[in-house]
């Protein structure tokens, strides 16, 4: 069996906005565009994406919530509808995804071993989430590489951060052990907005880039000081700092994909490459890329 490996980390955001502002033939509705430089940072992600020939992109998502447990997709053909519910105005997305079901078993088995409850998802007919397809439509329209798709247990919400990370640390680690013992190379999406202040009424035209700004000063400043320490590679700083974030900024990284990767990853002191960083409603979202294989530290085992 081949060595396992994970190539890289991205931090990739899933406003349905990008997919909207693109006008791909999935999505229903029409826009006159909008949101082009985090569009244009997507499309230079893409390419790093297209150059590491993964086997399969593993994301995981704040918006497929499942209150028991972390959940696997676990069907090897999905399809159908993708509907975000607060903007089902911009993204109404026919998706065709092809699932890598023995690495999602695998990394459920583990996180098991672990401690963790988790379960296989097994519906032929599920509808798989707007932050799912949102993340792996604008890292790979292309859908040609298979995925493991992972829920959002919410434990930081029904519990506290600190319990709820600690989760998804667990997580991570899991997830690198299945990675390695099935000989996959991987590459993982952190499906994370940063400062998540947000507007609360929509512009009469959605994509009218006038009216688009940071909803907060303090959330835009706490999303410069974190990209920054990330450019500077100083993540135990950044992890240090993500409870004061999360409070102050109302960060989606509360909802842990971007500690299950860095987990999954060992958390390297590693600089990120910065693609690119704008608001959607007021909400701060960076396209980042944390490159363990030029590191030399991709390989598992
Ligand atoms: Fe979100």
Known sequence: MARGEIIAGFLAPHPPHLVYGENPPQNEPRSQGGWEQLRWAYERARAALDAMKPDVLLVHSPHWITSVGHHFLGVRQLSGKSVDPIFPNLFRYDFSLEVDVELAEACAEAGRKAGLVTKMMRN???????????????????????????SANNTPYYLNTKEGLAEMDTLGKATREAIAATGRRAVLLASNTLSHWHFHEEPAIPEDMSKEHPQTMAGYQWDMRMIELMRKGRMREVFKLLPQFIDEAFAEVKSGAFTWMHAAMQYPELSAELYGYGTVIGTGNAVMQWNLRDAGLSMLN
């Open 124 to 150: 032929p007919n599920f509808r798989v989430d707007y932050g799912t397809i949102t993340t792996l439509h604008m890292i790979r329209p292309q859908w040609d590489i298979p995925v493991v798709g992972i």
